[in-house]
């Protein structure tokens, strides 16, 4: 067959399959991911010995993920079909998008084959982050609606930026030509770190105008040992900024919709309780040993344990009296500090594995 009888194919081809990629995870995740997310959670329960009514699904359901599949599925529809089928010498409101400030001037037609080069090396940068990023995601159990959204999301805001940059580049004829053959490649890392771009300006500006102040940089998710920027930006999904929405955050809730395991989200709860209390003293007392609030609570800790400690790394005795104080009296904490004492426990690993078989052999037997 003629290769340029091919070509349609192949360009449809293409089209389904990079469109038909966003609601084909969305499916994958619901048919195999939620049943498994689902036993993990009711096993990390069962060993803490946590009672509660909340289910994966109340925050895995089918109908919340129908506006985002579709917007993120939309999107990615128009603009593979826009780049694979476009022609800028088509005219009309094509060239005034494609144009800028150059529509109605002379070379505009070649401004407007090189808006289109880089809005398509946009796309492909941040359509193969986002397709990477589901497809983690998917491995990991988690993925929320919030992914689909900002996968638009990042598409539109790479395409704007590339765009941008390529009217200050300009044409050709312009002053910039050598810069012309780099486009293309910037086009490319804009579509795949235009949200870091924005968050790096962001901080430029508040730290410009407003300041960063001490208790801001103590309250940190970076201070949380553990945490690196993949689980900030996971944490940042679901409205945990710092560590004081860390430390008073649902366990559960937690443990349904993200894919820490739960010793780790323990683990990293009973730091940001801590750095709450401590704040920017949390590095003194992680020099002893002393990394969660439930480190204090191990051992008994007397009020002459407590001087040496706070004598040995610098800090005020009567503080990190309080300090031991007010979290021997926070039932939240010391309901916590069971739960990883029950989770770090290797009977309970045992009796939860065998609550969740008999539980599975009931539910065949019922069905």
């Known amino acids: 067959m003629d290769s340029t009888a091919l070509l ?33 959670f009711k096993k990390s329960i069962t060993e803490m010995g946590i009672s509660t009514s909340r289910k994966v699904r109340d925050s895995y359901s089918p109908g919340k993920y129908i506006l985002p599949v579709m917007f993120a599925f939309l999107i990615t529809l128009v603009a593979i079909v826009s780049f694979i089928y476009g022609n800028p010498s088509d005219g009309g409101l094509s060239n005034l998008f494609l144009e800028g400030a150059f529509f109605g001037g002379e070379g505009t037609e ?17 359509f193969v982050y986002a397709a990477q990023n589901i497809i983690r995601r998917l491995i990991a159990n988690d993925l929320p609606p919030s992914v689909y959204y900002s996968a638009g999301i990042r598409i539109i805001l790479a395409c704007s930026v590339a765009l941008v ?28 770190f235009p949200q870091r771009i924005l968050n790096f300006l962001m901080r430029r500006f508040r730290e410009i105008v407003a300041g960063d102040s001490v208790t801001e940089r103590s309250l940190s998710l970076y201070n949380i040992e553990g945490i690196s920027i993949y689980h900030k930006e996971r944490l940042e999904e679901i409205g945990i900024d710092n560590a004081q929405n860390l430390a008073t955050a649902s366990l559960t809730q937690l443990i349904a919709e993200t894919p820490f395991d739960a010793r780790q989200l323990l683990d ?11 704040k920017e003293e949390i590095h003194k007392l992680r020099a002893v040993g002393i990394r969660s609030v439930f480190d204090l609570m191990k051992g008994n800790k007397s009020r002459e344990a407590l001087r040496e400690i706070a004598d040995l790394i610098g800090i005020n005795t009567p503080i990190l009296e309080v300090i031991q104080g007010q979290i021997k009296e926070d039932q939240g904490i010391n309901a916590l500090f069971n739960f990883q004492q029950k989770k770090n426990s290797p009977e309970m690993d045992v009796i939860a594995t065998m609550e969740m078989n008999k539980a599975e052999t009931e539910k065949i037997i019922v069905n």
């Open 8 to 40: 349609p194919i192949i360009r449809f081809l293409l089209v389904i399959i990079v469109a038909g990629f966003i609601p084909i995870s969305a499916i994958s995740f619901f048919s195999i991911m939620v049943p498994q997310k689902e036993r993990d």
């Open 268 to 278: 990293w709860i009973g730091q940001a309780k801590l750095v709450c209390y401590a």
């Open 165 to 192: 940059f390529s009217f200050l580049f300009g044409s050709e004829t312009g002053s910039v030509v050598s810069l012309k053959g780099s486009l293309p490649a910037l086009a490319l890392l804009a579509g795949i």
């Open 110 to 126: 070649t401004v407007a084959n090189q808006s289109l080069a880089v809005l398509t090396y946009a796309f492909l940068g941040s």
